[in-house]
């Protein structure tokens, strides 16, 4: 973000579920992410360097400081920390949960709260957001 503006999203090109179908059932205690999966992360890795890259010269000529990943149907063990090893931001998961609480804080004697947030309603919650700033 740049003045709390998304200034760019970008969707890498490996799917959740090949990096779930290429995780070792027989893995050994300790070893989350497979060869395979490292492979395949390898690959996102070098696209989101370049997109890095990219903002860096071309948007903001200045370094990102944060990578964020969006929230995963499936637990994908090992996904951040192997992502940190490798870029120079810190990667970390987004807490949609926290943004929403810290944006829109809800009564302390309330129960209606943002408790757990289904991936599959991001762009929903995005576009209302985005709506909602648009209001006079």
């Given at each position: 973000?740049?003045?709390?503006?998304?200034?760019?999203?970008?969707?890498?090109?490996?799917?959740?579920?090949?990096?779930?179908?290429?995780?070792?059932?027989?893995?050994?205690?300790?070893?989350?992410?497979?060869?395979?999966?490292?492979?395949?992360?390898?690959?996102a890795?070098?696209?989101?360097?370049?997109s890095?890259?990219?903002?860096?010269?071309?948007?903001?000529?200045?370094?990102?400081?944060?990578v964020?990943?969006?929230?995963?149907?499936?637990?994908?063990?090992?996904?951040?920390?192997?992502?940190?090893?490798?870029?120079?931001?810190?990667?970390?998961?987004?807490?949609?949960?926290?943004?929403?609480?810290?944006?829109?804080?809800?009564?302390?004697?309330?129960?209606?709260?943002?408790?757990?947030?289904?991936?599959?309603?991001?762009?929903?919650?995005?576009?209302?957001?985005?709506?909602?700033?648009?209001?006079?």
């Amino acid at each position: 973000t740049r003045n709390d503006e998304l200034c760019m999203a970008r969707k890498v090109g490996i799917g959740l579920e090949a990096l779930v179908n290429a995780a070792d059932p027989e893995a050994e205690a300790g070893v989350e992410i497979s060869m395979a999966q490292q492979e395949l992360l390898d690959e996102a890795i070098l696209d989101i360097q370049r997109s890095l890259d990219f903002y860096e010269s071309n948007v903001a000529r200045r370094p990102v400081r944060k990578v964020l990943i969006a929230p995963l149907d499936y637990p994908l063990q090992g996904l951040v920390e192997y992502l940190d090893t490798y870029l120079n931001p810190e990667v970390s998961f987004l807490d949609l949960k926290q943004i929403l609480d810290q944006a829109y804080p809800r009564a302390e004697n309330s129960d209606h709260g943002v408790e757990l947030i289904n991936p599959c309603v991001l762009p929903a919650i995005g576009a209302a957001l985005r709506a909602f700033e648009m209001l006079p």
